[in-house]
Antibody, heavy 120, light 106 residues
């Protein structure tokens, strides 16, 4: 069974930084686009960023451009999200989600359990 | 950006009843790149439907999706107790956006 396990969340002050990690297993990680999706407390889902298999393409939602950086290490089957200049609006559960093997136009078929980031 | 509007916000039904959830897009969703997810409290979303009408792996056939262009529907033919949850639609043809969710409650 595909597994995605996020870590790295916690409490951080406004203006601070945090790095999230997602450990993937039970599938060939380097064959899939990967995304981060977040959910503010009591709110809906918001896609944050995604990355192509070879890191040659990265995309971000407008509100995090220039502050967040998505990356991956295929040798370690891991996905990362470096978050800088955090604001209270970034408070959310951050999910790692698997995209598709071919192109960006793909749904998210597996999700991690999420890691909570609180900016306060 | 494609905005997805889900209705109703809350659907109050009983086990055994039929649930019909709507998702309307602000512009046409290319190639029916529309998915539905179920989320229960404290859990991650679970993929139910992709491509507007294809069920994901291990999803019961009481869940069905339909629609194209700007209007999409998720139907749960007979609600089981475990189906009471929040449902989100998502378009993935032009970046990614989610609807605000429909809560199906008893």
């Amino acid at each position: 069974e595909v597994q995605l396990v996020e870590s790295g969340g916690g409490l951080v002050q406004p203006g601070g930084s945090l790095r999230l990690s997602c450990a993937a297993s039970e599938f060939t990680f380097n064959r899939y686009w990967m995304s981060w999706v977040r959910q503010a407390p009591g709110k809906g889902l918001e896609w944050v960023a995604n990355i192509k298999q070879d890191e040659s393409e990265k995309y971000y939602v407008g509100s995090v451009k220039g502050r967040f950086t998505i990356s991956r290490d295929n040798a370690k089957n891991s996905l990362y999200l470096q978050m800088n200049s955090l604001t209270v609006e970034d408070t959310a559960v951050y999910y790692c989600a698997r995209g598709g093997p071919a192109g960006r136009c793909w749904y998210f078929d597996y999700w991690g359990q999420g890691t909570l980031v609180t900016v306060s | 950006e494609i905005v997805l509007t889900q209705s109703p916000g809350t659907l109050s039904l009983s086990p055994g009843e039929r649930a019909t959830l709507s998702c309307r897009a602000s512009q046409s969703v290319s190639s029916s790149y529309l998915a539905w997810y179920q989320q229960k409290p404290g859990q991650a979303p679970r993929l139910l439907i992709f491509g507007a009408s294809s069920r994901a792996t291990a999803i019961p056939d009481r869940f069905s999706g339909s629609g194209s262009g700007t209007d999409f529907t998720l139907t749960i033919s007979r609600l089981e107790p475990e189906d009471f949850a929040v449902y989100y639609c998502q378009q993935y043809g032009s970046s990614y956006t989610f609807g605000q969710g429909t809560k199906v409650e008893i």
